[in-house]
């Protein structure tokens, strides 16, 4: 089964508009973290933002915030206000914390590809 | 603080030889993982160092394999290069193997096999 699902292969966006790019896990672990990632076309990922599985509170880095609803399994990504800079492929991921078979190993999802424009 | 650095950035091999890719991560990460990203299989989780030690294997054949050193720089090789094997090879450091720690990734690097 697909540990990580991302159900929105494209997305587009209006410049200083809000988008939510969609995230949804499966583990079985009760303790768990989950990142996203923007990848330019130059091909580094970058890192944005993590959410732990015991945090009670969403994470939030400058425009980027994580709607985590544990219950779901979703952990979306909201990025405030793009920027034309903010068009890239956009990864989530997922890390088991207690799972000492996959101990540090990161699944992510197919990626969500975000165009921003004027 | 430097960032994850690999060499080289661009690879051109043909089928048959085999290629070793280099990766120096953040200064103090004792953790270094690669993935294998396609067009057609996404990102794949190659393997993890830690401390020198493998702690743990995706699902590759055994012609991928790598090590780390006392460093903590890891070296990647591929024998036998297939035209499947051409792909953008990233690879991550982190503090450790905690799933709580954030995976920083380096650059990558362009393996086309020919």
């Known amino acids: 089964a697909q540990k990580i699902t991302q159900t929105q292969p494209g997305m587009f966006v209006q410049e200083k508009e809000a988008v939510t790019l969609d995230c949804t896990y499966d583990t079985s672990d009760p303790s768990y973290g989950l990142f996203w990632y923007k990848q330019p076309s130059s091909g580094e990922m970058i890192f944005l933002i993590y959410q732990g599985s015991y945090d009670q509170q969403n994470a939030t880095e400058g425009r980027y915030s994580l709607n985590f609803q544990k219950a779901r399994k979703s952990a979306n990504l909201v990025i405030s206000a793009s920027q034309l800079g903010d068009s890239a492929m956009y990864f989530c991921?997922?890390?088991?914390?207690?799972?000492?078979?996959?101990?540090?190993?990161?699944?992510f999802g197919r990626g969500t590809q975000l165009t921003v424009w004027p | 603080k430097a960032g994850v650095t690999q060499t080289p950035r661009y690879l051109i091999k043909t089928r048959g030889q085999q290629v070793t890719l280099s990766c120096s991560p953040i200064s103090g990460h004792r953790s270094v993982s690669w993935y294998q990203q396609t067009p057609g299989q996404g990102l794949q989780f190659l393997f993890e160092y830690f401390s020198e030690t493998q702690r743990n294997k995706g699902n590759f054949p055994g012609r991928f394999s790598g090590r780390q050193f006392s460093n903590s720089r890891s070296e990647m090789n591929v024998s036998t290069l297939e035209l499947g094997d051409s792909a953008l090879y990233l690879c991550?450091?982190?503090?450790?193997?905690?799933?709580?720690?954030?995976?920083?990734f380096g650059p990558g690097t362009r393996l086309t096999v020919t």
């Open positions: 991550a450091s982190s503090l450790g193997l905690d799933g709580s720690y954030e995976q920083y």
């Open positions: 991921a997922m890390r088991e914390i207690d799972r000492g078979s996959t101990l540090g190993r990161l699944y």
